[in-house]
């Protein structure tokens, strides 16, 4: 069983930077596609990037340019790396994990974290 635990999230400025981590355990990471989403009050869960065993990258035009998806097969972590960050980047962010070479941008993820929250104060 896939166990995915996200940490890095808080409170930060408008303007200022993160890094979320996301530490996967149970099965060997480097077979497995890895996804971020995130969800604001209200709101569905939406995609922000993804990235699949052979390290191919997409991300959601709304990131584009300001955070970078990146894997450390060795550590069996992922990490998004957001620069630049504007108030509505507040979000719970999610990893999420799912056994396919393809890069998913839905919601069809096998496992999923716990989520940790990132607030963007203006």
């Known amino acids: 069983q896939v166990q995915l635990v996200e940490s890095g999230g808080e409170l930060v400025q408008a303007g200022g930077s993160l890094r979320l981590a996301c530490a996967f355990s149970g099965r060997t990471f480097s077979y497995y596609a890895m996804g971020w989403f995130r969800q604001a009050p209200g709101k569905e869960r939406e995609f922000v990037a993804a990235?699949?065993?052979?390290?191919?990258?997409r991300y959601a035009d709304s990131v584009k340019g300001r955070f970078t998806i990146s894997r450390d097969n060795a550590k069996n972590t992922l990490y998004l790396q957001m620069n630049s960050l504007i108030p509505e980047d507040t979000a719970v962010y999610y990893c999420?994990?799912?056994?396919?070479?393809?890069?998913?941008?839905?919601?069809?993820?096998?496992?999923w974290g716990q989520g940790t929250q990132v607030t963007v104060s203006s």
């Open positions: 990235i699949n065993r052979i390290f191919n990258t």
């Open positions: 999420a994990a799912v056994g396919t070479l393809v890069l998913i941008t839905t919601t069809h993820y096998d496992y």
